[in-house]
């Protein structure tokens, strides 16, 4: 009896701590500002490459660019960037940019930008950062979290702006709050912001004529990409899974839509 009751004390015990962390382990994933499903992502990543060799061959490859780069926020975790310069390739191509995420929303700012950007810049990289866009937040807000987060100098690309969520606003609101954002950003930093979408959404917003005035970052990754956007388009993000060396997760792979010459055109002078 005296050793049941011992094995079913230790058997509480167990699974009060097996509780405990499956607790912690989902208050730490939804009690946050960060969405859900990026949480989720994430981790789905993080099991595949703990599980699975990563064997820097990119998957989804639809695409031959001239110019090839990445973009990074701090689901790509720890960098080492001194593998991804001397080993990571791209179609055999050595990668020239990088655009990381720095803001989100009212005050959201990505843990890991000052380090990304720091990094990279050291490497010579040529670097963007972007603003992930909430529409039911003011612009102007939105634009101070950004401003006070970065600082963009001569040789970076202009401010990119993330739209990816619709909201619940009305179109116009919608529109409205982007092309505020978009000139807050502009007279700051003296240069065109560049906005990233997915077709569909774009098409959305390109029937205001003013958005059609700013560069385009096109995620397609079926590589479909509508005639009427080509003028627009600078880069096309075209896969979400590529495996470079030196980031031990999925990284977004893009290319640039032009040659060297006019890369140089889109850098802020």
């Not at 390739?89 to 959201?108: M, Q, S």
Request: with cysteine; proline share 4%.
């Amino acid at each position: 009896m005296a050793i049941r009751r011992k094995v079913k004390k230790r058997l509480w015990i167990w699974g009060g701590l097996v509780s405990f962390l499956i607790m912690t382990f989902f208050i730490l994933i939804f009690y946050t500002d960060i969405p859900v499903w990026q949480r989720i992502k994430y981790y789905t990543y993080k099991a595949e490459f703990l599980f699975f060799i990563n064997n820097d061959i990119n998957k989804s490859i639809r695409a031959d660019f001239d110019i090839y780069g990445i973009d990074i926020s701090k689901y790509n975790g720890n960098i080492d960037w001194d593998k991804l310069m001397t080993e990571g390739k791209i179609n055999k191509k050595p990668i020239t940019f990088v655009i990381i995420k720095a803001t989100e929303g009212k005050k959201l700012k990505d843990r890991k930008f000052k380090t990304n950007w720091r990094f990279a810049k050291k490497k010579g990289l040529l670097c963007g950062a972007y603003h992930f866009y909430r529409p039911e937040i003011n612009s102007l807000i939105q634009f101070n979290n950004f401003k006070e987060t970065v600082r963009l100098e001569k040789g970076d690309f202009p401010p990119v702006l993330d739209v990816e969520v619709r909201g619940n606003l009305s179109f116009e609101r919608y529109i409205q709050g982007i092309l505020n954002l978009l000139k807050l950003l502009e007279n700051q930093y003296g240069a065109k912001p560049i906005i990233y979408a997915p077709p569909t959404l774009y098409g959305s917003l390109a029937r205001n004529v003013k958005l059609k005035d700013y560069p385009l970052w096109l995620a397609t990754y079926s590589m479909n990409i509508p005639n009427k956007h080509k003028k627009n388009i600078i880069f096309v993000q075209y896969s979400q899974e590529g495996r470079v060396a030196g980031i031990n997760h999925h990284v977004d792979l893009n290319g640039f839509w032009g040659d060297k010459l006019q890369l140089q055109q889109y850098l802020i002078k």
